[in-house]
């Protein structure tokens, strides 16, 4: 379950409370039953692993496995449609 933070208007005392994303918000403050507000908290959301960052992206030296050839042109063999490497007019 999330922990969301607290805020009395009230008496400015902080609180948490440990709720169901579904639950409807706290509106009053245990202590001195004045109105609340939900405070937004830094999270301690870590990413790890590759992937996550721009440069994990399109790394030219790490080639896919299912990556087809660059050009049939290339190695001799009829060049395919549309091909730069083909158009040597």
């Not at 609180?15 to 245990?30: A, S, W, Y």
């Not at 405070?39 to 301690?44: E, F, G, K, P, V």
């Amino acid at each position: 379950m999330p922990t969301y933070e607290y805020r009395c208007q009230k008496c400015r005392k902080d609180f948490e409370v440990f709720q169901r994303i579904t639950d409807d918000p706290v509106k009053e403050c245990p202590e001195c039953g004045g109105s609340v507000e939900r405070l937004i908290a830094a999270t301690n959301f870590i990413l790890k692993g590759n992937g996550w960052y721009k440069s994990d992206y399109g790394t030219p030296d790490v080639p896919s496995k299912t990556e087809a050839p660059a050009c049939s042109a290339e190695k001799n063999k009829p060049a395919c449609q549309g091909c730069p490497a083909a158009n040597t007019d």
